[in-house]
């Protein structure tokens, strides 16, 4: 099955692969990444710098870039 649902606004269902790195959830529900809080603040799997979401983006040291802080 593909991730159709994930144009409803629904995640991938548990156990299937997408190959974007991030799901839609609505806005206000759901908190931004932060890049130097050590922790998965938006819970895609993808901590700090790790998460496309941070790439260009101050993190604890420097900017996150190709998903290291540099
Ligand atoms: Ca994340
Ligand atoms: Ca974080």
């Given at each position: 099955m593909a991730c159709a649902a994930l144009s409803l606004g629904y995640d991938c269902p548990v156990g299937q692969v997408c190959k974007d790195t991030w799901v839609y959830r609505p806005l206000s529900a759901w908190p931004d990444e932060?890049?130097?809080?050590?922790?998965?603040?938006?819970?895609?799997?993808?901590?700090d710098c790790a998460?496309?979401?941070?790439?260009?983006r101050a993190c604890d040291g420097g900017f996150c870039v190709a998903g290291f802080c540099q």
């Open positions: 932060v890049c130097d809080s050590g922790v998965d603040d938006d819970q895609d799997g993808l901590v998460d496309p979401d941070c790439n260009g």
